[in-house]
């Protein structure tokens, strides 16, 4: 009777069975059709191939940093700050070399070495503004963004090497071997011209300076000590020894005149590559700084880590880390300890708790050990696909909270 009975509900039982499946079946189809319009929507749903997958990252990146390909803003004003100077420097060196030819004294050449030096070195700055701006490729992923702080470090060193070494070799000759000056007052008038027309440069310089402090929220003086731009500050930096190297010569020229001794202009030689030396040391350190790969300020990193630790699901942020890839672009590398639970609380928003529940309980009634492994398989790789949604959620607000960030690092702690 009982194997009787047994054969007769396996009709009953196959049926139900058969339901079963087709409602896994709809399931499944419902779940697919859930994750096409999630893609759709823009949630990435990670179900590519490796080498895909790692393509697709390749890709992410090259159009993170197509910003570096063009003249931003950033670009324009370093540019036009550049021009000004070579404009300005290229008409006050021939007149001042026709100065020193006809007056002989030393401080005029030490002046016209300077111009000939500044001229020489804003155009190497003007070159590594255009390279910096190429496209990244396959050998330079990260773009060319620091060949700006090459060419400035190029720049700071023909400062030191011709501006500061011909201007002070010259002074000492000048001052063991003094001879005698004529035409001083010609001199001055081009020195006190060339005052004006440096100044000219150190505002419209300045200017772009206080546009770049202004844009990422720092005083000015701070924003010249660890701003984005190196060129401007170079630029900036050999404007005012400029101002400065004038203002020596022209001294050094009154007293000359004043008391027929050319030791006064031979010193103002000295002073003058002095002053150069100086200037050039501080950009070197400077671009030395941006080349080892300087991290962003401490001003916006807060404001990405606020970011992180105030969002729900994150527990806890390890081992932050910052490099600036070209001027005021940044990369960002995390190590982030999830909650779990809001992960999963997500996830099942999104899907529909009700549908999982459903799927479990038909698991449960055929009491196959391939249906639940499957079940178990496919719930495992979607838990793995929800955290990797919340990690590119969290790299889209880091972007959106500092836009200099260009490319997002995140790994699960």
């Not at 300005?88 to 020193?100: D, L, M, Q």
């Not at 030819?101 to 700055?125: C, T």
């Amino acid at each position: 009777i009982r194997q009787r009975s047994w054969d007769e509900s396996k009709p009953r039982r196959n049926a139900m069975r058969a339901r079963a499946i087709a409602s896994l079946a709809r399931l499944s189809a419902s779940r697919m059709r859930e994750m096409a319009s999630s893609s759709s929507k823009g949630t990435p749903w990670r179900k590519e191939p490796a080498e895909e997958r790692q393509k697709a990252s390749v890709g992410r990146l090259g159009a993170s940093l197509a910003g570096l390909h063009g003249v931003r803003e950033l670009d324009k004003d370093a540019l036009e700050a550049v021009h000004v100077a070579l404009k300005v420097n290229a008409v006050i060196v021939a007149s001042k070399f026709g100065t020193y030819l006809l007056s002989g004294s030393s401080a005029m050449l030490a002046e016209s070495v300077h111009s000939l030096a500044d001229v020489a070195n804003q155009w190497l700055l003007r070159v590594g503004i255009l390279q910096s701006l190429q496209k990244p490729d396959q050998k330079h992923p990260y773009g060319y963004g620091r060949d700006r702080f090459v060419w400035s470090l190029v720049s700071a060193v023909g400062i030191f090497c011709c501006g500061a070494g011909v201007s002070f070799v010259h002074g000492m000759h000048s001052l063991v071997q003094p001879s005698e000056l004529q035409h001083l007052h010609l001199g001055m008038g081009v020195l006190g011209v060339s005052f004006v027309a440096e100044s000219y440069s150190m505002v419209v310089a300045l200017q772009t300076m206080a546009r770049g402090a202004r844009k990422q929220s720092m005083p000015l003086m701070f924003y010249i000590a660890r701003g984005s731009d190196p060129t401007t500050v170079a630029v900036l930096a050999e404007d005012l020894a400029a101002v400065l190297g004038v203002g020596v010569a022209l001294l050094a020229l009154i007293w000359t005149n004043y008391t027929s001794n050319p030791v006064f202009d031979a010193i103002g030689s000295i002073v003058v590559g002095s002053l150069l030396a100086g200037v050039a040391v501080y950009l070197i350190l400077n671009n030395r700084s941006y080349l080892l790969g300087r991290s962003m300020n401490r001003q916006s990193l807060n404001r990405v880590l606020d970011t992180l630790w105030k969002d729900p699901v994150v527990k806890g942020v390890f081992d932050p880390k910052t490099e600036e890839l070209a001027p005021g672009i940044f990369r960002f590398k995390a190590e982030i300890d999830f909650k779990g639970e809001r992960v999963v609380e997500n996830y099942l928003r999104r899907v529909g708790k009700m549908q999982l529940i459903d799927r479990m309980e038909q698991c449960a009634n055929l009491g196959g050990r391939m249906l639940h492994e499957k079940f178990l398989l496919d719930y495992g790789k979607d838990i793995v696909d929800a955290l990797g949604d919340e990690v590119d959620r969290l790299e889209r607000e880091i972007k959106h909270v500092e836009p200099g960030v260009r490319h997002v690092d995140l790994e699960v702690h």
